[in-house]
């Protein structure tokens, strides 16, 4: 996604949006890591062990766009 095309208060709301979301996510990931520990010690090897594995590579692009982000509005100031 380009972000040459927002202006910078639509970049800074963004920003903060996505700064949000990501908090969140990790905070979701952190979750699902320990339920499925959990699961896994109690249980056995299940599906909910794999399940932190589908959110990580979502978490790690997440992170990729705030970085641009950031790296556009510092290019702008």
Do not use: C, D, H, W
């Not at 639509?10 to 890591?33: A, G, N």
């Not at 520990?37 to 692009?61: C, D, K, R, V």
């Not at 705030?66 to 702008?76: C, F, P, T």
């Amino acid at each position: 996604m380009a972000f040459t095309n927002y202006t910078k208060e639509e970049l800074l709301k963004k920003l903060k949006t996505q700064q949000k979301m990501f908090f969140f996510k990790i905070v979701v990931v952190f979750l699902l890591i320990l339920v499925s520990a959990y699961q896994t010690y109690i249980e056995g090897f299940s599906f909910n062990t794999l399940l932190p594995l589908l959110f990580i590579p979502m978490s790690i692009y997440m992170y990729m766009e705030l970085k641009k982000i950031q790296k556009e509005l510092a290019s702008r100031k």
